[in-house]
């Protein structure tokens, strides 16, 4: 039998635990810095994991694993470069949840043009609609999308009901890839500056770390609103801030967070023009289920040396593992 350990914040955790059944015996809990994941991890052959685990270098080098199995898109919490020189295998579930997403992309975009926040807090207070500022509408404006991958492509779709303009920059896309749902592939200070909301689905990299500075915020005009659905670390949030602060932005949807969970004391919650949401993106009861089975299926694949869809394996097994499931 394989030795396994489980993220807790991996759910429906039942139902992956009914795909692995007695093929995999796995601990629950694992915590999120790298001593203790690497003193959890020690003995194990899977690590079930979540972005908040880290599976550093040190993570990879000081365990035995044969398989990180990291649940949803995003795999920007593991050191690829360690996984394939040490014979790791990673698989996850990228497109699964992505339809989730841009669901709540879309949502946070209403919510901030509509001043939700805003209202809410006026009610809690005692104040009427005059007390709130006046909402704009999402329809017939134009939308930049930062990013225009599986999230991407499937808000740019949700906005075609509300008779947008859609811009997208993504230098990994051609501009051919926008057509099919009406989104014209242009340069980022196009999108920044053309835009009157600006939604980020790029994945986390190198090159898109700290993308959204404040320079980047400068070229937003005072009306335009900011969404992010992707990775905290692309938007830098102290320009963020500082650009509420100066009136420079009409809002701000954040889903995800530079520092997560996103500190009680954040300024961003003193903005009632800021509607803020924990990493709930993917977070709904379809594709988290979809998201559990698939990366049970998977896992097991992985270990009996099966075939599994290139789309779920980011580092591919070694070869040539011999080794066999630990007594």
């Known amino acids: 039998m394989y030795r396994g350990v489980l993220d807790e914040d991996i759910h429906p955790r039942e139902l992956l635990l009914e795909v692995v059944g007695d093929r995999i015996e796995l601990d629950v809990g694992i915590d999120a810095d790298e001593d203790s994941t690497a003193e959890r991890l020690a003995g194990a ?4 994991v979540t972005s908040r685990v880290p599976i550093t270098r040190a993570v990879i080098e000081a365990t035995d694993l044969r398989i990180v199995a990291k649940i949803g898109t995003g795999i920007d919490n593991v050191d690829l470069a360690a996984a394939r020189e040490h014979g790791v295998a990673l698989t996850h579930t990228p497109g699964i949840n992505a339809l989730s997403v841009a669901e709540l ?18 009610l809690e207070a005692g104040r009427w609609r005059d007390s709130v500022p006046l909402g704009t509408q999402l329809s ?16 740019a779709s949700l906005l075609r009901g509300f008779d947008v303009e859609a811009l997208a920059h993504d230098p990994y896309v051609d501009r051919i890839e926008g057509q099919p749902v009406h989104a014209e592939l242009v340069d980022l200070e196009t999108v920044l500056s053309r835009s009157d909301s600006v939604v980020v689905t790029a994945e986390l990299t190198d090159e898109t770390r700290g993308m959204i500075d404040g320079e980047a915020l400068a070229r937003m005009g005072d009306d335009a609103v900011l969404v992010n659905v992707s990775r905290g670390p692309i938007v830098d949030p102290d320009a963020l801030v500082d ?17 997560e969970p996103l500190p009680p004391d954040s300024p961003l919650h003193d903005f009632e ?14 594709a988290r289920a979809e998201n559990a089975r698939t990366l049970g299926v998977n896992t097991l694949a992985l270990l009996d040396g099966d075939p599994v869809p290139e789309r779920y394996v980011a580092v591919p097994p070694p070869k040539n593992d011999s080794r066999e499931a630990r007594d």
């Open 45 to 48: 052959d899977v690590a079930f």
């Open 105 to 122: 992309g879309l949502t946070l975009l209403l919510a901030t043009r509509r001043h939700v926040v805003a209202s809410h807090r006026a």
């Open 140 to 155: 017939g404006t134009t939308v930049g999308l930062v990013g225009l991958g599986n999230v991407g492509r499937r808000l």
């Open 243 to 259: 650009a509420l602060l100066a009136g420079e932005l009409r809002g701000a949807g954040m889903d995800v967070h530079a520092t």
């Open 273 to 286: 023009n800021v509607v803020l949401t924990p990493h709930v993106g993917g977070s709904t009861e379809i």
